[in-house]
């Protein structure tokens, strides 16, 4: 869960104010409050992380309040095609474009009576307080309280007669079916569904191996790698503050080890943001370029290297025009993507993306690789990976490549190389994670990634 800022903020006095004023009017109403704030910053093109950052009424929150208007975001998102289901049979007629706070509104009710166990009083009450809190929303207060109250007292049982597939876009389901079967498609969907995924931690080689054992349902699957339940507070974990270790969910943690030794090496992380791979690599001896085109992203990488102690060059360039001094023993391209091998974690994905966008990414992709390919030295290894479960933007892209670049080779990844997981090596060589792997361990995003090695010597009419 995003940890509260303590930094003094002059913004937050007022923030503090107004939930004092919602409480005061009516208990629990801050917390609904903010929940509807961070929808309205996700329909406004904020990332789930960024709208829980930058939502005030929310920062101000404490204990179960806060726990309460996360867990109902969470929620929201992860069953949103149910809950619009569930909303659509008590509407006579769709709501109009306008009035999308509205269908919040009512999400956030539906959320309550079928998942959260919450009274029916409250929810009526509640759903309709906030419809009235607005002039946009304030003609809608009879229709919300009435649908409220009718949701409050059979939504449960409703929403578990619906498929499991309502929950996912149908273009999307589609894909998954057609790539991986019926069967694990719905294993996939089903994991998207089973709540906030767990901490994953990247260990320094030099970090104590024994900083969470006095925790509980800690898991590990290398010596370098922590698993613990959601939930925690980042910054108050051992070994935060000392740089011990960073957040990486394991199998973003994967690709690099696809490079092999890297020690010495010069190694450019290109779309380096947040940093996890920049770490790695720096960890283990390579000397890194982290590139990204986001001076904000870029930042994060930064003051994520400072706190870890490791060192790596930044840079912020796009790798379209920028230009190396020197050609490199190694590229690792994170290209940008869908981020589909992320619902688990960042369940606003599943309905911010198209169908048309992983097409334009896809053509985006194979020019990025096409770049990466000329920072290599000859003979070099490029590693391509992406965080998204669709076939357009993961195996498509290197065959694609393959054909492109006369001599390029793939090097298969092998079960050998991949103890910790050797499911997920694919017969063609290739590393695909999904989130239908592992699920009693807690499940892990899905991820593609490729190992090329550029041709020794210019290869004869490559284009």
């Not at 289901?85 to 009710?109: C, F, S, T, W």
């Amino acid at each position: 869960m995003p940890e509260r800022d303590g930094a003094a903020d002059p913004r937050k006095g007022r923030a503090i104010e107004q939930l004092e004023a919602l409480e005061e009017k009516m208990p629990g109403l801050a917390a609904r409050r903010a929940a509807l704030d961070i929808l309205m910053l996700l329909r406004k093109g904020r990332t789930l992380d960024n709208a829980f950052s930058d939502c005030r009424t929310f920062s101000v929150l404490e204990g179960p309040d806060r726990s309460f208007a996360f867990n109902l975001v969470n929620t929201t998102l992860r069953r949103r095609g149910s809950l619009d289901q569930l909303i659509g049979e008590y509407l006579n007629k769709p709501l109009p474009k306008g009035a999308m706070e509205v269908q919040d509104i009512l999400r956030l009710a539906a959320t309550q009576a079928a998942f959260l166990e919450t009274p029916a009083h409250a929810i009526a009450a509640t759903s309709a307080e906030l419809a009235g809190q607005k002039r946009e929303t304030a003609g809608y207060k009879g229709l919300v309280n009435a649908i409220a109250r009718k949701i409050a007292g059979r939504g449960k049982a409703q929403i578990e007669k619906l498929p499991l597939r309502a929950d996912t876009p149908g273009w999307l389901w589609r894909s998954w079916e057609r790539y991986y079967g019926a069967t694990t498609a719905r294993e996939i969907a089903a994991a998207h569904l089973a709540g906030v995924a767990p901490l994953d931690i990247s260990l320094k080689p030099e970090a104590d191996p024994d900083l969470f054992a006095g925790f509980e349902n800690v898991s590990s699957f290398t010596p370098s790698h922590r698993r613990l339940p959601p939930n925690h507070a980042v910054p108050s974990l051992p070994g935060f503050n000392q740089g011990n270790w960073w957040v990486q969910d394991f199998a973003s943690s994967l690709p690099v080890t696809m490079l092999g030794e890297v020690s010495g090496k010069q190694v450019l992380d290109l779309c380096a943001a947040p940093g996890g791979k920049t770490m790695q690599l720096a960890a283990l001896g390579a000397q890194v370029t982290a590139v990204d085109n986001i001076g904000t992203r870029l930042k994060r990488v930064t003051e994520n290297l400072a706190r870890t102690k490791l060192s790596a060059e930044t840079l912020k360039a796009d790798i379209l025009e920028w230009q190396p001094e020197a050609l490199v023993d190694a590229v690792l391209l994170d290209a940008p993507c869908s981020a589909t091998g992320t619902i688990r974690r960042h369940p606003d994905v599943v309905w911010n993306r198209t169908e048309d966008e992983v097409r334009t990414l896809a053509r985006q992709q194979g020019t990025f690789i096409d770049r990466a390919l000329e920072f290599l030295k000859p003979g070099g290894l490029l590693v391509y990976c992406v965080c998204s479960l669709q076939r357009e933007e993961g195996e498509d892209q290197v065959r694609a490549a393959l054909s492109r670049h006369q001599g390029l080779e793939l090097v298969p990844l092998t079960r050998e190389e991949l103890t910790a997981l050797p499911e997920a090596v694919t017969r063609e060589g290739y590393l695909r994670t999904h989130p239908a792997m592992r699920v009693p361990e807690g499940s892990m995003d899905g991820f593609f990634a490729a190992r090329l090695r550029k041709p020794s010597a210019p290869a004869a009419g490559d284009n």
